[in-house]
């Protein structure tokens, strides 16, 4: 087991260093200047050299990079071009929106999809499985920005059940902040709901069919008892996979359903960096949504040997 952790975390760190190499050489090459979209237009050359100065712009592009690394890797997430205050304060406020928002919806995904995708394997090729697997279809083909919008029509503005938008605070209540995310992350979590439950469906539908489980079926066992007792467990492997992976996107992919519900998340602010060409904090905020979806897949692969201690004696 702690030879196959060593290796999962060195992988980890591999990857985490080149990713930082690949964040820092895109936001190079994205055309546009800090210094001009600050001052505007009208900015002498002279003012836009002191301030590409002092914004560092002017040193050599190693030297930045390291600068910037060394940085992260103690905290220092550096200085906002834009709102001159240091990154790590502006991420720490905006990730107690985009956490939650992701936490619940990841909740309701797993809640929604995984109870579906048993039924429909259990019932294969009848009416139920062929319902479940139509609604997950229609789930996965359409853009959760249009159904955001949907939503906002018909609970916000019609029924008046929740805000269309917004983001009260934790310190209005627990009640209030958690209301106005409800929408949000209904959203994000129904096409990934869709996905979920195909994929659980899929992966009890292939243990089901495996030898063992013919064999447990001939010493008497029910088909409720094998699914739930043996191939339940056999199937985790790739929900694992595929929650794992849903929890960085939906940690990541805000940006779209944060803008649409005017959410101070860490998505719009990505969002609105992008726009005001604030590398600092696209830089660092974009290694961080990395560094969390590579310890994500890690924690998923921990999770492969205590759910199946074979797959640990094969990777080692």
Same mark, same amino acid.
């Given at each position: 087991?702690? =030879? ?21 050489? *895109? ?8 210094? &001009?979209?600050?001052?505007?237009? #009208?900015? /002498? ?10 914004? %560092?712009?002017?040193? $050599? ?6 600068? +910037?690394?060394? %940085? ?6 550096? /200085? ?26 990841? /909740?309701?995904?797993?809640? !929604? ?38 939503? *906002? ?5 019609? &029924?008046? +059940? ?6 009260? #605070?934790?310190?209005? %209540? ?10 949000? @992350?209904? @959203? &994000?979590?129904? $096409? ?27 010493? #008497? ?13 056999? @199937? ?19 940006? !779209?359903?944060?803008?649409?519900? =005017? ?40 999770? =492969? ?12």
């Amino acid at each position: 087991m702690l =030879y196959y952790l060593i290796r999962r975390f060195t992988s980890l760190l591999l990857t985490l260093a080149l990713s930082t190499i690949v964040i820092f050489m *895109v936001m190079e090459i994205v055309p546009g200047d800090p210094a &001009l979209i600050i001052l505007g237009i #009208g900015a /002498t050359d002279e003012t836009l050299a002191a301030l590409r100065e002092q914004m %560092g712009l002017n040193l $050599p592009l190693m030297t930045r990079y390291l600068q +910037w690394v060394s %940085g992260v890797l103690v905290g220092d997430l550096g /200085t906002s071009y834009t709102y001159s205050v240091p990154v790590s304060e502006l991420i720490a406020e905006r990730s107690i929106v985009s956490i939650p928002l992701a936490i619940i919806a990841l /909740t309701l995904s797993t809640i !929604i999809a995984i109870p579906t995708g048993i039924l429909a394997a259990s019932k294969r090729g009848q009416i139920a499985d062929t319902g479940i697997m139509g609604l997950t279809q229609l789930g996965i083909a359409i853009p959760n920005f249009w159904f955001a919008m949907l939503m *906002v029509y018909v609970f916000a503005v019609m &029924l008046r +059940w929740v805000p269309a938008g917004g983001f009260p #605070g934790w310190d209005q %209540g627990i009640f209030n902040a958690l209301k106005s995310l409800v929408l949000p @992350a209904v @959203a &994000l979590a129904l $096409p990934q709901a869709a996905i979920l439950s195909r994929v659980t469906r899929s992966a009890l539908l292939e243990a089901l069919g495996e030898d063992y489980i013919r064999t447990a079926r001939a010493k #008497g066992l029910t088909r409720s008892m094998v699914l739930w007792r043996h191939a339940l467990r056999d @199937a985790l492997i790739p929900v694992l996979t595929i929650m794992g992976l849903q929890f960085a996107f939906l940690l990541a992919g805000t940006i !779209i359903i944060e803008n649409v519900f =005017y959410l101070p998340g860490l998505g719009r602010l990505i969002f609105q960096a992008i726009t005001q060409r604030d590398l600092i904090v696209v830089e660092s905020s974009v290694v961080l949504l990395v560094a969390s979806v590579i310890l994500i897949n890690f924690m998923v692969d921990i999770a =492969y040997a205590l759910v199946d201690p074979r797959l640990q004696s094969e990777r080692s």
